[in-house]
């Protein structure tokens, strides 16, 4: 049974689909929730009050996860409130839009991988003066970081994959006392995919993947729990796949 009780955790892209997912999962395994959001502000408050009615503690922050004063106020708050920290799950991040590389402009290039990678960069740096002894990290890298995304989805890909090797790189550098890790979703039924996938690419994907179907966010979600819970204590630097079988690494 996963427990985290007394234990305090950060979710940052906590207001929507699989961050929120995330968000609730430990809440209502035990643990305290700082939950970060952009723009999903509902989504967010609806998922701590949630946790905080099921016996935890939670608050929400709005905050741009590529701004280094956001995620150090996210971070200042959490230990205000609740202490050291003892997981960080970092699911913020997004293609921003599906552009080729012959038409990429230096801009969005850059803010692709601002909010995909730099940001996991920021606040780790931020968190790991507070992380307790046994604390994890866990990242959301993509399958696209494996086969390289879809259509006008190379930068997308390019910044997973750098996460993926990041992960690996922290993993080395912050244990025995913390273990960082990562989960590589497929297709999941998130609004990531409702706003830049195509229904028939949609469907087609989830005909060709041997489950038939999308994943759900609180699929995902229970393996960030595992990873960040000491049911996983002998595992770090993993990226781990959750694709319905869609694809074997």
């Known amino acids: 049974m996963i427990d985290f009780k007394g234990k305090t955790a950060i979710v940052t892209g906590g207001g929507r689909d699989i961050g929120r997912a995330c968000a609730i999962a430990l809440g209502i395994h035990g643990a305290n929730v700082a939950i970060n959001y952009h723009s ?7 998922a701590a009050a949630e ?6 503690k939670a608050f929400a922050l ?7 004063n956001d995620i150090q106020a996210l971070t200042n708050r959490t230990v205000e409130e609740f202490g050291q920290i003892d997981i960080l799950v970092h699911v913020s991040g997004g293609i921003v839009g599906r552009t080729p590389i012959a038409d990429m402009s230096d801009e969005h290039w850059q803010k692709v991988i601002d909010l ?3 940001s996991f960069v920021n606040i780790s740096r931020a968190v790991i003066p507070h992380l307790s002894e046994n604390s994890s990290i866990v ?4 399958q696209a970081g494996r086969d390289g995304g879809g259509g006008g989805a190379a930068a997308y890909a390019a910044s997973k994959g750098a996460l993926m090797t990041l992960v690996r790189g922290l993993a080395k550098e912050l244990g025995p006392k913390t273990r960082v890790n990562a989960v590589c979703p497929g297709m999941i039924d998130t609004d990531f995919h409702n706003i830049h996938t195509k229904d028939e690419v949609r469907s087609h994907v989830a005909n060709i993947t041997p489950l038939k179907r999308e994943g759900r966010p609180e699929e995902v979600a229970d393996l960030v ?8 204590s002998f595992m770090t630097g993993t990226n781990i796949d959750i694709n319905g ?3 074997f690494s």
């Open 245 to 247: 079988g869609l694809y």
């Open 116 to 118: 995909n990678l730099t």
């Open 62 to 68: 709005q905050g741009d996860v590529t701004s280094q």
């Open 225 to 232: 729990a595992f990873l960040a819970s000491n049911r996983s």
């Open 40 to 46: 999903s502000a509902e989504g967010a408050e609806s």
């Open 139 to 142: 990242g959301l890298a993509s």
């Open 51 to 56: 946790i905080n009615a099921a016996g935890s």
